[in-house]
């Protein structure tokens, strides 16, 4: 079972503009981390957020997280047409067992 | 540095057969997981070994079994294959488990018929 949903399913912006997608999970956790995957192959790691954290910061990435409402977000700012993937949150709940969201399909127009 | 490699890329493989999928992790990793991934949605997560021992397992029949091996490279073994196991399988290494970052290998695409 899913334990996190994202939200959009699927988002189209313009290139050098910002994106935004959220991630609602249902129970306490020790981490959240996102992951991009390009054409369905194998996922990269982007950040990884602790449950003592709100707020972490990687390149042009900024994580949120939220864990009274249970939700984290991730912004891309400027983006180019190589953001284009799917990104995924995955949540460690302390129950050796890594679960992942839906996902958010990004495609960034040139 | 090498990456988590898989092998084989691709599978094909008819219903009521058995497949073994290999997974090589970054050197220095001692956790191996991994995940079912269907078109369309996320990796499902089916098993976790750390140190050569299972440490967590998914909802996943007992037609998939998984072991590490002393050099901490893996296997995933899943019997009696349905149609609905056709999909991406990805393995992931880390330094000591789920609470830190994984890196994922590229996959092995099963597709049964």
């Known amino acids: 079972s899913q334990q996190g949903e994202e939200d959009p399913q699927a988002l189209s912006i313009q290139e050098g503009e910002n994106a935004t997608m959220n991630c609602s999970y249902k129970t306490s956790i020790n981490n959240l981390q996102w992951y991009r995957q390009n054409s369905g192959r194998g996922l990269v790691h982007l950040i990884l957020?602790?449950?003592?954290?709100r707020e972490k910061h990687s390149g042009r990435l900024r994580v949120t997280l939220d864990t009274s409402k249970k939700s984290s977000s991730l912004l891309i700012t400027a983006s180019r047409a190589a953001d284009t993937a799917s990104y995924f949150c995955a949540t460690d709940a302390g129950n050796e067992k890594l679960t992942f969201g839906t996902g958010t399909r990004l495609t960034i127009i040139p | 540095d090498a990456g988590v490699t898989q092998s084989p890329t691709h599978l094909i493989k008819t219903r009521g057969q058995h497949v073994t999928l290999r997974c090589s992790p970054i050197?220095?990793?001692?956790?191996v997981s991994w995940y079912q991934q269907v078109l369309g949605q996320g990796p499902q997560f089916i098993f976790q070994y750390y140190e050569k021992e299972e440490r967590g397992r998914g909802n996943f029949p007992d037609r998939f079994s998984a072991r590490q091996f002393p050099n901490y490279s893996s296997e995933l073994n899943v019997n009696a294959l349905l149609l609905g196991d056709s999909a991406l399988y990805l393995c992931?290494?880390?330094?000591?488990?789920?609470?830190?970052?994984?890196?994922f290998g590229p996959g092995t695409r099963l597709t049964v018929t």
């Open positions: 957020i602790r449950s003592n954290e």
């Open positions: 050197s220095g990793h001692k956790s």
């Open positions: 992931a290494s880390s330094l000591f488990g789920l609470t830190y970052e994984q890196y």
